[in-house]
């Protein structure tokens, strides 16, 4: 579904990822762990397509076309999903409408009609029960005045809602309280199906003590410098990155 | 600069009112003899040249009856607004439209010029005592010219209901016209209500008019104001609002500039006594070569009082727009408070704002605030809609929308809060995207 080839990229002149490979199938759950500073956030954005990251080598494909070619809303369009890191506070754009033109917006895409008020009603409800997100926070303004953990919970649940097909996690664990995390990680998991790939960007084990992955990648100093199934995570929780990072040098 | 007023000195000889103003009208007419049109070398016009305006020669004497269909006005009413409404067409108090019915006892709406025409003690102690001559040239020239407009007199204690709708209408005549609309709003004590003045152009007619307004606010007395300006694009509009706040008093004030090609409004709010409390609200959107200039200014006289002032632009083409908001917080005046912020989206290399604010404190004991922005779209709020499958063009007007909206959302008159969202989804590059956000 996705593919990651030796990937380099810069910002502000600095070059960040530094031939990156990374190749994920649908059903698939990846998570990419390293240090602060490591490229973890920088690999979440180029995915997603924020302006500001310059691509000088590599390539990206997802779904046999060029990802890095596509505007973010046509990588939304396509399926793909980032869950920021620090979900933007819009004051003044409504929660449910910007959720409701998403969606449509996605369905215009793939040929479907859209939703009208009351199918459209009925998915959200549904959707909010996975996160437990309060009624009250669907009619604010996308994120304003949210808690933390508020800001988190929405992600998954817009995620839930648009129902994409890559979802790229960026560091959704952090700053949650366990019982937070314990949500949010229930979120994702059902969320998980033999169609849908998931890449979990975290700094922390924590996350993966509720969201199984099916496969663990290092990042330091802006490429994979190491893989391996769910015990490589423990292995850092308990070594720390240093050890991985001797071994690959 | 003598050759540009001569057309207005002819204009008043033709006049020949006879009623007890006459002098005052002569003095004014005198006065602005002697200043002229402001010119850019004084600061308080500085970024403002108002020569497009003093070059043309306009009729002041609207003799000729313009008619309006009752459904163009109907078109431009509120309809779903249960309101008492005066309408004036090319400046000329209307009766055939107007609606002015079931007043609370006592009250008094009527068209100036018929209140000016009778034995009025109330009306000679307040006319053109807070509105000064001296300030603005464009004043004395509407004191000069005072005739038609509203009369407005809430006596103590009467809480009017429904708001009370002023609506200028301009319309293309053979030649240019100016209009010079003169509302007096005298409030008693404990007296409330909501007035809007709408000025709205039908067409792209070529006129200039010339507004002045006069509070005056006595002991807790509450009004809300809306000013609502669609001037058509070849219009030129100039407006002055002058209030005087007895204690306790509040005034609410909106003012919404959408229209005209060169447009000054000035706000003077004098908080005259302790716990009076001004609120003002403004915002600007301009495109093409619109002037919109905006000048506040709130004299803090006592202890206690308040002012709160809240402006934003949207500048979008070639256009460029001035705000100027001075506070002045006389000795005497303790423990005041006043905040003011401008914030300015420029949606085009070639716009142009000058903001500033001014604050005048001798007093030392006050909390004053201020605050000027001038920026782009946000990009991170961009992104994180186009994350969201939202195309580049509707997450621009969808920002738009909600950094305008931050006004819009502030008026508590349903009614008017959705004209003026529809008004201002329809100022947007892509309105159609984005009208399906606003249907709350």
Redesign the interface.
Known sequence: MLKIENLHTKVDNKTILKGLNLSVEAGEVHAIMGPNGSGKSTLANVL????GYEVSKGSVTYQDQDLLEL???E???AGV??A?QY??E?????NV???????N??RK?RGEPELDAVEFLSLVKEKMKLVKMKEDLLNR??NEGFSGGEKKRNEIF?MAV?EPKLAILDETDSGLDIDALKIVAEGVNSLRNKDRAIVLVTHYQRLLDYIKPDHVHVLSDGKIIKSGGPELALELEEKGYDWVKEAAA | MTTDIQNYLNDFDQLQTNDWFAKNRQSALNLFKETGFPNTRQENWKYTDVRPIARKSFSNINDQKTTVSPDNVNAIRFTDLDCIELVFINGIYSVEHSRINELPMNVVVENLADALATDNKLLEKHLSQYADNKISPFTALNTAFIQHGTYINVPDNVVIERPINLLFLSKENPSPFATHPRNLIIMGNHAQTTIIESYIGLDEANYFTNAVTEISLSENAILKHYKIQQESQRAYHIGNLNVMQNKDSKLESHSIALGGSLVRNDIHGQLADEGAEIIMNGLYMTNDKQHVDNHTRVDHLKPHTFSTENYRGVLNGNSRAVFNGKVVVHPQAQKIEAHQNNANLLLSDDAEIDTKPELEIYADDVKCSHGATVGQLDQDMLFYLRSRAIDEETARSLLTYAFADEVISKITLPEIKQRLEYLVVGQLPDAALIREFTNE
């Open positions: 997603a397509g924020r302006d505007a973010p809303e990588r939304a369009w999903f980032l920021f979900p933007v819009i004051p003044g754009v409504n409408y910007l959720l409701k033109a998403a969606v917006a996605v895409f303004s996308v817009q648009l």
